[in-house]
C-alpha cells in the first residue's frame, strides 16, 4: 500500500537519514576507534582516522592496572541480582492485578508509578547513613537491594502491560478442570507469559547496568561497577584517550547490544505502557 | 468462596511490592524531614540539637541555590527542547522509506544505552578538551580559536552532553507514534489539496501529541535528577555555573558533612519534583486517558 516514491527523492532522504545517523553515532564509533590506537596516535594532530598502528594494548594495560573485570562482574551480579530479585517480587503482584483486578488496582498502579517520581536526592543521606551503620556501604549486597526498590515499579508495570494481552478465558478453563491456583501459575501462566518476562528482564538489566547515581555514591572500590570505575578515570586519566577508549567500549559493548534487542520493548517500558 | 478465596490470594500477592515500594517511599522521606529539623554534621557526631527551619532558612537563602535551580529548569528546559524536536525531525525522516532504514535506526538509538559517566567522560575529554578535542581540531581546521567548552559553557556542554544521551528515547516513542498513523488520512489530505506544512501541522502533530507529552513528563522526570554527568565533567564549577539541585545536595552532605542543610534542600527538591509531577501530571491527563 505504500505510496510511490520518485527514486531520487528516495535516494536524497536516504543521504540525508544516513549522514545524520552517523553523526549521532559518531561519538561512539571514535571510541571504538581510538581505544585500538596508542596513546601518541590518539592525540595525533591532525586526528587520524582509520591509517593508524592498531594495537590492542590499551584494553591490556586496562584490565592489569585496575583488575578491570572485577568491576565487570559487579556489574554483572547487581544488574542480574536487582533484576532477577525484582521479578520475583513482581510477578506474583502483576499476576493478580491483571488477572483479578479491583476497582482499587489502577490506583495502586499509578501510585507505584508516583514512587519513580521521587528523586533520588530526597532519599540518598538516610540510605547513605543506614548503609554506614549496617557496613553496606561499597558492597554488592547493598546496591542489588537499591536497585532492587528502584526498578521495581517498572519491572510491575511492565509485566501488567503484559500479562493484561493473555486472554482471561484460558485461566477461567484451567480453573474449570480442577487446576490450583499454584498448577495454574506454573502450568498455565508460565508459558505464555515467558516473552513477556523476558522483555522485562532485558530491559531491567540494562537500566540496572547504567545506573549512576546510587552506584556513584554508594561505592567506593571494591563493589564499583563499571559507572563508578568509569568515573574514576574523570582526572588526570581520562586524558589517555586509548585506555579511557578502552576501558568504556569494554562498559558500553555488551549492554549496546542487548539494547539493539529490545527497543521495542524500550518504548513499552518506559512509557509504561502509553505508547506502543 | 472461590472469588473469597481468590481475593485474598491476589492480596497475599501484590502485598510484598507494595509494602516494599511504600517502606522505601516512606521511610527515607520521614528520615530525611527529620534530619532537616535538625543541626547535624558528621565531623561533630553525638552533638545534633533540634534547630527547627533554620536549615531551611539557610538552604533557601543560599546564592548556591538560586543559581541551582536556575540551572535545573535551565537544563531541563534546554534538553527537553533539543529532544522533542530533534526527535520529531529525525522520526520523520526515519518514518520515510529509505535505504537501510533498519541500520540508521540502530545507529540513532545506540547513544540511549551509553552508561552516563562514559557518555560524559568521552564528550568531555575526546570532543570538548580545548587542546586534543575533536571540536579543537575541527576549530583549527577552519582556522577558529579552540574553544574551551566546560570552562567557558559548562551548563550549555552538559545539555549538549545529555541531549544526546535523550534524543535516541524522543526518537524512538515519536517513531513508534509516528508508524501508527492512517495512511488513508493522509491520502486524503493529500487529494484535498494539503501541502506538506499543513499536513504536517493539521494531521502529524496532533496525532504525535499524545507521544510528545509522554516523552517531556518522563523526560523532565529524570533529567530533575542529572547528576553523573555533572559529577565527572565540570563538578558543579566553575563556581555554581553547572551545579543543579541534586548536585547541590549531594555536595553539601557527602562534600561539607553537613547532614542538616543538605536533607533540607532534599526536602525541597522533593517538593519541587512533585509540584512538576503533579502539574505534568495534569497536564497530560487528558491525552493519558483516551
Not at chain 1, 4 to 31: C, D, E, H, N, Y
Not at chain 2, 54 to 73: E, G, H, Q, R, V
Amino acid at each position: 500500500m505504500a505510496r510511490k516514491v520518485s527514486t531520487r527523492r528516495k535516494m536524497v532522504m536516504t543521504a540525508v537519514a544516513w549522514a545524520l545517523g552517523i553523526l549521532i553515532f559518531f561519538p561512539i564509533l571514535w571510541t571504538f576507534l581510538t581505544s585500538f590506537k596508542t596513546e601518541a596516535d590518539a592525540i595525533a594532530s591532525p586526528p587520524q582516522f582509520l591509517f593508524f598502528h592498531w594495537t590492542t594494548e590499551s584494553y591490556a594495560e586496562v584490565q592489569s592496572r585496575s583488575n578491570y573485570l572485577s568491576h565487570f562482574m559487579n556489574s554483572v551480579i547487581i544488574s542480574f541480582g536487582s533484576t532477577l530479585i525484582g521479578l520475583i517480587i513482581a510477578i506474583p503482584a502483576a499476576w493478580a492485578m491483571a488477572f483479578s483486578p479491583t476497582k482499587r488496582t489502577k490506583d495502586v498502579l499509578m501510585w507505584m508509578l508516583s514512587t519513580k517520581m521521587m528523586p533520588p536526592v530526597g532519599a540518598l543521606i538516610p540510605i547513605y547513613l543506614m548503609f554506614r551503620n549496617f557496613g553496606l556501604l561499597d558492597s554488592r549486597s547493598g546496591l542489588v537491594i537499591i536497585l532492587t526498590l528502584i526498578n521495581l515499579p517498572i519491572i510491575v508495570w511492565m509485566l501488567y502491560t503484559y500479562f493484561k494481552e493473555i486472554p482471561g478465558e484460558i485461566l477461567e478453563a484451567a480453573r474449570m478442570d480442577g487446576a490450583s491456583l499454584f498448577k495454574e501459575i506454573i502450568y498455565v501462566l508460565t508459558p505464555m507469559a515467558v516473552p513477556g518476562i523476558a522483555s522485562t528482564l532485558l530491559l531491567n538489566i540494562i537500566l540496572a547496568w547504567n545506573e549512576a547515581f546510587w552506584t556513584l555514591n554508594l561505592t567506593a572500590s571494591k563493589a564499583a561497577p563499571l559507572t563508578a570505575f568509569i568515573a574514576s578515570y574523570s582526572s588526570p586519566e581520562g586524558l589517555f584517550y586509548a585506555k579511557l577508549s578502552a576501558a568504556s567500549t569494554m562498559a558500553i559493548a555488551p549492554i549496546l547490544i542487548l539494547g539493539w534487542f529490545s527497543q521495542k520493548q524500550l518504548v513499552r517500558g518506559l512509557t509504561f505502557g502509553a505508547v506502543k | 468462596m472461590a472469588t473469597l478465596h481468590t481475593r485474598s490470594a491476589a492480596r497475599m500477592m501484590i502485598a510484598p511490592s507494595v509494602v516494599l515500594l511504600f517502606l522505601w517511599m516512606i521511610v527515607p522521606l520521614v528520615m530525611t524531614i527529620y534530619f532537616s529539623l535538625l543541626n547535624y554534621n558528621l565531623l561533630s557526631p553525638g552533638m545534633e540539637t533540634f534547630v527547627g527551619f533554620l536549615n531551611y532558612k539557610y538552604f533557601l537563602t543560599d546564592p548556591a541555590f538560586i543559581a541551582a535551580l536556575i540551572n535545573t529548569l535551565l537544563l531541563v528546559l534546554g534538553v527537553l527542547l533539543i529532544t522533542v524536536v530533534g526527535g520529531i525531525a529525525f522520526a520523520l525522516l526515519l518514518n520515510q522509506d529509505i535505504y537501510g532504514q533498519g541500520i540508521v535506526r540502530i545507529l540513532v538509538i545506540a547513544p540511549f544505552f551509553v552508561m552516563p559517566t562514559v557518555a560524559a567522560l568521552v564528550w568531555k575529554n575526546m570532543f570538548m578538551n580545548p587542546v586534543n578535542g575533536l571540536f579543537a581540531h575541527l576549530a583549527k581546521a577552519l582556522g577558529l580559536q579552540p574553544f574551551d567548552w566546560l570552562a567557558n559553557a559548562p551548563l550549555f556542554s552538559i545539555i549538549l552532553i545529555v541531549a544526546w544521551q535523550w534524543l535516541p528515547f524522543a526518537t524512538l516513542i515519536m517513531l513508534t507514534a509516528l508508524q501508527s498513523l492512517d495512511e488513508e488520512q493522509q491520502e486524503a489530505a493529500e487529494m484535498d489539496g494539503a501541502g506538506a506544512i499543513s499536513k504536517f501541522f493539521y494531521i502529524i502533530l496532533p496525532h504525535m501529541a499524545r507521544a510528545i507529552t509522554v516523552v517531556i513528563l518522563i523526560q523532565t522526570i529524570f533529567l530533575l535528577s542529572v547528576f553523573a554527568e555533572i559529577l565527572v565533567t565540570t563538578n558543579g564549577g566553575p563556581g555554581t555555573q553547572s551545579t543543579n539541585l541534586t548536585f547541590l545536595v549531594y555536595s553539601q552532605a557527602l562534600l561539607q558533612f553537613d547532614i542538616g542543610g543538605a536533607s533540607a534542600g532534599g526536602i525541597v527538591a522533593v517538593i519541587l519534583a512533585n509540584i512538576v509531577a503533579i502539574f505534568l501530571v495534569r497536564l497530560v491527563g487528558k491525552n493519558l486517558e483516551a
